[in-house]
């Protein structure tokens, strides 16, 4: 259906307001995707475009039939006027500024770098008590759960507590790292990353001030959790970030920047968190305050440089503008198929990240793969402490010290991921996302070998230095898997992104969950050479991961609904 000469004039006056006209398109030639568990029986009436959910909710309660008697009359009122009742899908041109594909680089970087900071201070890692200091984390949610553990003798000496209770915080932080984004991750493609990363910022800022002022581990607990709830933004949020505003051939160095702010974190908040710990005046409490000191920074930072990165959140925007000017209210985005209807919108942002988890064999299979590895990043950081201290007799700065071999290994993954990126460059036109892997295929062998070398190492008569490399090889290993799984995944699902990574999120930090809660019983049983050694010989029975998809990962995308249309766009 095409604008009336009256609305045209008014639609011309919109556009020209705002800079740049948009396209409108049929049903059949729109490119922005929707989840393609959508039914035609599915999608809102024009009425409902523009009405609050609280009013929808009411109507469903009181009026079951309210809307389709609506459209009944309105369809009748339009066929005996002979109008159409065809939907107009609006888009941006190409070239359009205020699409964020077309963002200036100066806004994209800042953009970039603004949510990779959240990362790095809520973000990525489980508290692992290898580096014992409880709390929360110096500076990442990676070093949150990481400087978590190395409060822990004095958090237990404060609050009275037991090292079993201690544990449980660690663990809680990261189960509300899994199961939030299974909601937060899907209302993010729906009402747009803007205001979540905000009230993210908040929530988990005023969750570590309330763990800083703890008077009892209960009160730490439940803080944990809620700041893992809120924190987990970071986690998966990035992600669709940064696939909302860098082409696919763009992403690897912001992925890589993203990637080096998360996984350094453990690695940053450990030698931090040792010498705090070690200093009495300091211990728990101040590590808990230097994070809410930086989370309070990031908040500050997402009103200055954050912009809305959600094309479909933007088109709605001015879709509702257009129907507003014009009186016509067949204009529509086509995001808002998905959340004009109460219904809809619940059922689709609540079930699409398990959805994709379960029905995906791409997103199983790297949740699986990525999972198990990040169990072992606790079970690291869970074992480096006691091992040190056992072993090589540090105390608690030294212990943390050691954590500076995660920095490097994870510059390493970096200088790795940059000739990875020359590959994809060389090879993306023939191969496609799978241009993506070539690292991924090589991290898999060096998983497992950093495993082996740490496990054989924690012998007194091995120099620590030994044990400090293995720790080196298994960050790199894991540097090189987390880009590859977050760009893969952006490739593969575009605008679903953010859902597929949320699938990945709750296998990953679920296992992270658990993994710390049988550590020291492992260990104890199994000594630190053949417990590492077990875990070694899982990583190896996973090596073919990237292997598979790097020979069979197109004739997989061609039978997924979500990628294959995802990779239209492109």
Known sequence: MKPTDEEAVVVAQVDANETCSLARRSLASVHEPVDPRIRPSDLPTDDVLDEGYVRQLGDFIEHKHHY???????????????????????????????????FSRARKWAITFTASFFSIIVGTYPDVHSCRINASTILSTASSSSAYALGDPSMIRDLNATQFQATVGLSMYTLGFALVPLVSASFSEEFGRQPLYFFSG???????????????IQTVI????????????????????????????????????????????????????????????LEWRWIQWIHVIWTGIFVIAVSICMKETRSGVLLTRLAQKLRKDTGNHHYRARIEDERASLRTLIYISCTRPVYLLITEPVVAAFSLWVGFAWGILYVL?????????????????????????????????LAIQLYQEKLYTKYAPKKGPEARLFSACLGALLFPAGMFIYAWCTFESVPWIGM???IFVIMTAL????????????????????????????????????FP??????????????????????????????????????????????????????
Request: with cysteine; aromatic share 12%; hydrophobic share 45%.
């Open 222 to 281: 439940v803080g944990r959790f809620l700041a893992g709830a809120f924190g987990s933004t970071g986690s998966t949020m990035v992600g669709g970030t940064i696939a909302d505003i860098w082409a696919p051939h763009e992403r690897g160095l912001p992925m890589s920047l993203f990637a080096v702010m998360a996984l350094t974190g453990p690695g940053v908040g450990c030698v931090a968190a040792g010498w705090i710990e070690q200093n009495p005046h």
């Open 517 to 570: 809660l049988f550590t020291e019983q492992m260990f104890a049983r199994l000594t630190y050479h053949w417990g590492n050694t077990l875990f070694g010989f899982i990583a190896v029975a996973m090596i073919p991961i990237p292997y598979v998809l790097l020979w069979k990962g197109p004739a997989i995308r061609a039978s997924s609904k979500f990628a294959s249309q995802a990779m239209q766009k492109y």
């Open 202 to 216: 908040v929530g988990c800022l005023l969750m570590h001030l309330m763990i800083a002022l703890a008077p009892n």
């Open 68 to 102: 389709d008697k609506s459209r009944s009359e309105k369809s009748s009122h339009e066929d005996s006027r002979g109008e159409s009742n065809e939907t107009i899908y609006v888009e941006f041109e190409d070239g359009d500024s205020r699409d964020p594909q077309n």
């Open 381 to 413: 950081v869970e074992s480096i402490a006691p091992a040190f201290k056992t072993i090589h007799h540090f105390n608690t700065g030294q212990t943390g010290t050691v954590f500076a071999s995660m920095i490097v290994g994870c510059f390493a993954g």
């Open 468 to 470: 400090a490399m293995g």
């Open 479 to 514: 540097f090189v898997l987390y880009v590859a799984v977050f760009t893969y995944l952006a490739d593969c699902y575009g605008i679903f992104a953010s859902s597929a990574l949320a699938g990945q999120s709750l296998c990953r930090n679920l296992m992270g969950m658990a």
